[in-house]
């Protein structure tokens, strides 16, 4: 099992540019969480998706961010228009569904760059 | 809504000391309260988990306790070591809601 797999590693986009960062929950793992880590603050939740659906997205800011979790292939949190403040790393976590009794495992992360 | 504060904020201590690193939650109805690691420009590293129901989890040279009705969880590091200099986290699960505290960054010096 190859864990929660996140990619790009690194991304660096222009201002205006859209950044599209995947997520691969692990084999069997059908819920996904986004955060976001702002340098040198917390780790701020972001969205929580289920296969094709949004639970829960109040922490996504209203405009520019939207996130999906298809019925096949990874989950996908795109920014549009991306600004300089959006630059922060971006982890996304994977559970069974089944959250009190399992442990969340997390990706290594994306780190956007916004120049 | 759930808020989750840990100190100290940060830790500076010689290796071979034994640590207590704490975390404090506003809402006590949680399902399960997780301990991770984060070094420097990485991910999270899964520590322990403790569910509502238990009240600590080992292992190795990791203890970590949970107290519900007084909404604290402690992690206990023996014998620490320089390896052991990161970030530390803890993440409480209530209603849908993973809420990440404000972490310990811990440095452990030869």
């Known amino acids: 099992n190859a864990g929660v797999m996140q990619n790009p590693r690194h991304l660096v986009r222009r201002r205006g540019q859209e950044a599209r960062l995947r997520c691969s929950p692990m084999k069997g793992h059908s819920h996904v969480y986004w955060y976001r880590q702002l340098p040198e603050e917390g780790l701020k939740f972001m969205v929580y998706l289920q296969k094709e659906n949004i639970i829960d997205e109040s922490g996504m800011p209203k405009e520019r961010f939207s996130a999906e979790f298809p019925k096949e292939g990874p989950s996908i949190l795109r920014i549009q228009q991306v600004v300089r403040g959006d630059s922060a790393a971006y982890f996304c976590?994977?559970?069974?569904?089944?959250?009190?009794?399992?442990?969340?495992?997390f990706g290594s992360g994306t780190r956007l760059t916004v120049v | 809504k759930q808020e989750v504060t840990q100190i100290p904020a940060a830790l500076s201590v010689p290796e071979g000391e034994n640590l207590v690193l704490n975390c404090s939650f506003t809402d006590s109805a949680i399902y399960n309260l997780q301990w991770f690691r984060q070094d420097p420009g990485k991910g999270l590293t899964s520590l322990l988990l403790?569910?509502?129901?238990?009240r600590e989890q080992t292992s190795g040279r990791l203890n970590a306790s949970l107290d519900k009705s007084s909404g604290r969880s402690t992690l206990y590091i023996a014998a620490s070591q320089p390896g052991d200099s990161a970030t530390y986290l803890c993440m409480s699960y209530n209603t849908d809601k993973l809420i990440f505290g404000t972490g310990t960054r811990l440095q452990v010096f030869p």
């Open positions: 403790i569910q509502s129901s238990q």
């Open positions: 976590a994977s559970s069974p569904g089944q959250t009190q009794n399992y442990g969340y495992t």
